[in-house]
């Protein structure tokens, strides 16, 4: 499956912005979805899944401010950010994963086909 990430951009803190991923060339429905984020210098980092079954899971970082949701008749998964803030600035890449059980859904190493990243920027 080939995945295109798209939606990334500067926006001020406290405003909202929503991404999109895009596949082609599988069946989507059969893949879980990730999001990740890498900020200059760090480590990729989780940032949520969705399940096949529309389940999802977030780290604290981002609970209660991300929501990930997907249309399968569109192959496309998003990512709905609110409430941004500075420390959210990263390089943002969905990912997918037909392989993974449960307990490594949140693991970057985990899923075998990525997206390109798109660049979000949060200014203070």
């Known amino acids: 499956v080939q995945l295109q990430a798209s939606g990334g951009g500067l926006v001020q803190t406290g405003e909202s912005l929503t991404l999109s991923c895009a596949a082609s060339?599988?069946?989507?429905?059969?893949?879980?979805m990730g999001w990740f984020r890498q900020a200059p210098g760090k480590e990729r980092e989780f940032v949520g899944w969705i399940s096949r079954s529309f389940s999802t899971r977030y780290p604290d970082s981002v609970k209660d401010r991300f929501t990930i949701s997907r249309d399968n008749a569109k192959k496309t998964v998003y990512l709905k950010m609110n409430r941004l803030k500075p420390e959210d600035t990263a390089a943002y890449y969905c990912?997918?994963?037909?392989?993974?059980?449960?307990?490594?859904?949140?693991?970057?190493?985990?899923?075998?086909?990525w997206g390109q990243g798109t660049q979000v920027t949060v200014s203070s």
């Open positions: 060339g599988g069946a989507f429905n059969r893949y879980v």
């Open positions: 990912a997918a994963t037909q392989r993974a059980i449960l307990s490594e859904y949140a693991n970057r190493n985990a899923y075998e086909y």
